[in-house]
């Protein structure tokens, strides 16, 4: 038990920083578990926002759809929170060995994780993970793009700015527990407010990788690293269910007024 284990999705920057973290352990990256998920039918995505918004809040949802797709501005805005910057010099491919899934937890997931045997669990985006999977690894982490506790769940920041909480926006790297986004804090990335959006996104999103790819060295170089319980009294877990194209429309409004703000 002297190896991690990285699960994440495909996207470029979590393969430089799975790549980052075999070379700086010293190649002790032994599976990188990557989540794939199944494209959905128009049928089903409109389904899907029929049973949210229900027949009379369709039309709405759909003007709002074609407006957050078609507006450039608009789109750009809602880009920000992917903002980072990458080593363009890093190899295209994954230096570990891979094993893609669409399910994170199923038995053929679980027993690829098991033969690897980690020490470590590393975790950055995919679906939530389940008892069968958090039994492999005596530590298991967690990069979640919200401020815990206020912020637990699915879009903390872009909820944190919908409700006009700016001190709330951040990044939390936290351990893992059953209960979504509820394990004790190891650090936070607090988002500088004095830059526009596009580059306080950035810069946190790239602080924030560096911050985890440390804390994941040491902890599993078995080093001591404080971690501060969660009040769960304070804030709440939001639901992907809840979001909307009309919550994206006014999120990308209130970035647009932002960065004019600041940029006078």
Request: a positive charge; proline letters at 4%.
């Amino acid at each position: 038990m002297n190896s991690m284990v990285i699960i994440t999705t495909g996207e470029t920057s979590k393969r430089h920083f799975a790549n980052a973290l075999h070379r700086l352990s010293g190649g002790k990256v032994s599976l990188v578990v990557i989540q794939r998920f199944k494209r959905k039918s128009p049928k089903e995505v409109w389904g899907k926002t029929l049973e949210r918004v229900g027949w009379l809040g369709l039309p709405s949802e759909l003007a709002y759809y074609l407006i957050c797709k078609l507006n450039p501005k608009i789109r750009q805005a809602l880009g920000y929170f992917r903002e980072r910057t990458l080593d363009e010099t890093q190899n295209g491919h994954y230096v570990p060995q891979t094993f893609k899934t669409y399910s994170i937890n199923s038995p053929e997931t679980e027993s690829a994780i098991r033969k690897a045997n980690p020490s470590l669990i590393v975790i950055w985006g995919g679906s939530i993970i389940k008892k069968n999977i958090l039994a492999l690894a005596p530590k298991i982490i967690n990069m979640h793009f919200g401020w815990c506790p206020e912020y637990r769940g699915s879009n903390g920041n872009q909820n944190a700015i919908l409700a006009g909480d700016m001190e709330h926006v951040g990044i939390t790297i936290h351990y893992v527990k059953e209960k979504v986004d509820t394990g004790d804090i190891l650090a936070r990335v607090r988002a500088d407010l004095r830059i526009p959006p596009r580059e306080m996104f950035r810069n946190i999103n790239n602080s924030a990788a560096k911050t985890y790819m440390d804390i994941a060295l040491r902890l599993f170089r078995s080093e001591k690293v404080d971690a501060q319980p969660q009040n769960l009294s304070e804030g709440k877990t939001y639901f992907f269910r809840d979001w909307s194209y009309k919550k994206e429309y006014l999120l990308a409004q209130k970035l647009i007024a932002l960065e004019k703000k600041i940029k006078g």
